[in-house]
T-cell receptor, first 114, second 112 residues
């Protein structure tokens, strides 16, 4: 089974802090994604990566950056956390070579910025 | 127009009945379609995918795809209280890098 592991289940940070959310997958997937999920807004794509050191902006990249130095690890960085970044963050991965390859999600990180 | 649209619900269905969840998409270039189930406080888990017109069955679940009308649906037969969750429809487009676009989800409640 694919395993996508997010480093923290719950995180509380202060406004202005730099925040790192880590995600590791063990299935050699090329594609990795970061979403945030908010009530009434659904899942929104922040950034995704289709290979090591490759990244593309999603729908809501402002205030975030990402890093993918190794294939198995995809990090989301909040450069200066703000209260409107309080949310559930979901990391996901998928194989690139099949049209019907699904996303596999991690357990999520619930981030609170105070 | 949103790329993927779902009725947010809540949809309430009696136990044992058929639950019908619908999803429409705007991009005719969309190729593959996924249904995820998400329990409260948990991450989404894959139920089914479909990429050919017609029906695809897996146990109590049936996915239906109609590319001409640009909709995909999920039927849950013999609904159980454990089916109560939010159901997310997701679509892959093939312009540029592949990424899944999600609908907002339909909240389903099965009443005993």
């Amino acid at each position: 089974d694919v395993k996508v592991t997010q480093s923290s289940r719950y995180l509380v940070k202060r406004t202005g802090e730099k925040v790192f959310l880590e995600c590791v997958q063990d299935m050699d997937h090329e594609n990795m994604f970061w979403y945030r999920q908010d009530p009434g807004l659904g899942l929104r794509l922040i950034y995704f990566s289709y290979d090591v050191k490759m990244k593309e902006k999603g729908d809501i990249p402002e205030g975030y950056s990402v890093s993918r130095e190794k294939k198995e690890r995809f990090s989301l960085i909040l450069e200066s956390a703000s209260t409107n970044q309080t949310s559930m963050y979901l990391c996901a991965s998928r194989r690139m070579d099949r049209n019907y390859s699904p996303l596999h999600f991690g357990n999520g990180t619930r981030l609170t910025v105070t | 127009q949103k790329e993927v649209e779902q009725n947010s619900g809540p949809l309430s269905v009696p136990e044992g009945a058929i639950a019908s969840l619908n999803c429409t998409y705007s991009d005719r270039g969309s190729q593959s379609f996924f249904w995820y189930r998400q329990y409260s406080g948990k991450s989404p888990e894959l139920i089914m995918f479909i990429y050919s017109n017609g029906d695809k069955e897996d146990g109590r679940f049936t996915a239906q795809l109609n590319k001409a009308s640009q909709y995909v649906s999920l039927l849950i037969r013999d609904s159980q209280p454990s089916d109560s969750a939010t159901y997310l429809c997701a679509v892959i487009k093939f312009q540029g890098a592949q990424k899944l676009v999600f609908g907002q989800g339909t909240r389903l409640t099965i009443n005993p």
